[in-house]
């Protein structure tokens, strides 16, 4: 008996898949993404983290499509922050998550893949001001006289 497969479905005899084109699949990847962000930014706010901001990426990097970046208190509570995120993502469904950063909590970095977040310390916060460098938008080349 043969496992049937999303690709052997398509190719089986009296079945025409349908073409996806590009615009759909981009319109459902953001779509998971802006899903995911809203569970961040909820998860967040219920753990009590501080100057939440979402900021979108798209276009300006292919490493995710939104980065959020949020404050702890102190040591303890970026942990309780980040491992709560931890567990309501994966209870949410969400299974690919990597964790930098969680042994010190001075800046925990999650990567849920479509979705980044940041959880600082104030002061490591306020060191790396990543807010002011993925925020600013783009500069045009300065030319250099010669």
Not at 38 to 52: C, G, H, N, R, T
Not at 99 to 114: K, Q, R, Y
Request: charged share 30%; aromatic share 4%; with cysteine.
């Amino acid at each position: 008996m043969a496992i049937e497969t999303q690709e052997t479905r398509l190719r089986s005899p009296g079945r025409s898949p349908k073409p996806d084109p590009a615009g759909a699949r981009l319109e459902s990847a953001s779509l998971d993404a802006d899903i995911l962000a809203k569970a961040v930014l909820k998860s967040l706010d219920d753990s009590k983290a501080e100057d939440i901001v979402p900021i979108d990426i798209r276009g300006k990097s292919s490493l995710a499509d939104v980065m959020v970046v949020a404050s702890g208190r102190s040591h303890r509570h970026v942990g309780a922050i980040a491992d709560r995120l931890l567990s309501e993502l994966h209870e949410a469904g969400f299974r690919d998550l990597r964790v930098e950063g969680l042994p010190h909590c001075d800046w925990v970095l999650v990567d849920a893949g479509d979705v980044l977040v940041h959880i600082f310390r104030p002061e490591v916060r306020g060191f790396y001001n990543l807010e002011k460098m993925w925020q600013s938008e783009p500069t045009a080349p300065r030319l250099v006289a010669g």
